[in-house]
């Protein structure tokens, strides 16, 4: 599969400082921005930058970004799902994860995440993809939120759904371990029928033997 990346971007005015938001980013543009030192909710932040600069590296990784002036301060990411779990376990060329999506406690409540998901859905090659999310609420920053896991999970299927991406039910056992865990996707609208099929067959691995 040919995985065709169109740059797009938009400028959003916040409070805090008007951003620009744009990809998916070139890693030469990428090894050039800084690294806000509060994208911490993965790993430490250099290793974070390194990460994304390896993602975008990738046929298939894309990384979009949120900037004030030269720094990136948020950021969402789409690559094939982690060997290790069942999503890769089909094959399927056009299924991509967005694996991680993050933004500076400074830069939150303005729609920043909002704003990365849709200049995601700008690329028109977008249309070929079944893109999903498996959220965890181990990931989620409920202390500096203040929120619990209930209210936090209603926040991030709100801005998911400015991705286009919806709940889908699952017996993922990940998945399944905590109800407050979802997974969301995005179907593609030139995805076919069969690769339809071959998603759910990935969701309900064991509705067999029930």
């Known amino acids: 599969m040919e995985h065709v990346k169109t740059y797009n971007a938009l400028e959003l005015k916040h409070r805090n400082g008007d951003l620009i938001i744009e990809g998916p980013i070139r890693t030469s543009d990428l090894e050039n921005y800084s690294f806000h030192e509060g994208l911490v909710a ?3 932040p250099a290793q974070q930058h390194k990460a994304l600069i390896g993602i975008s590296k990738l046929p298939e ?5 949120a900037r004030y002036q030269d720094q990136i301060v948020g950021y969402v990411t789409y690559l094939y799902p982690d060997p290790l779990e069942r999503w890769s376990e089909g094959n ?3 299924l991509i994860e967005l694996g991680a999506i993050e933004v500076i406690a400074k830069y939150r409540g303005g729609g920043v995440g909002k704003a990365l998901l849709e ?33 936090y999970r209603k926040v991030m299927e709100k801005m998911m759904q400015h991705g286009g991406l919806e709940y889908y039910a ?41």
């Open 42 to 44: 993965f790993r430490a």
């Open 92 to 94: 399927m060329e056009n």
């Open 61 to 65: 990784g894309r990384i979009i970004v």
């Open 119 to 151: 200049v995601s859905m700008m690329d028109e090659a977008m249309e070929d993809y079944i893109v999903i999310t498996t959220e965890y609420y181990w990931h989620w920053d409920l202390k500096e939120t203040k929120l619990n896991v209930w209210e």
């Open 170 to 210: 699952t017996d993922d056992p990940e998945i399944c371990s905590h109800p407050a865990n979802c997974l969301m996707a995005r179907i593609g609208k030139r995805i076919e029928q069969e690769d339809v099929q071959r998603f759910d067959s990935l969701r309900f691995k064991n509705r067999f033997l029930y």
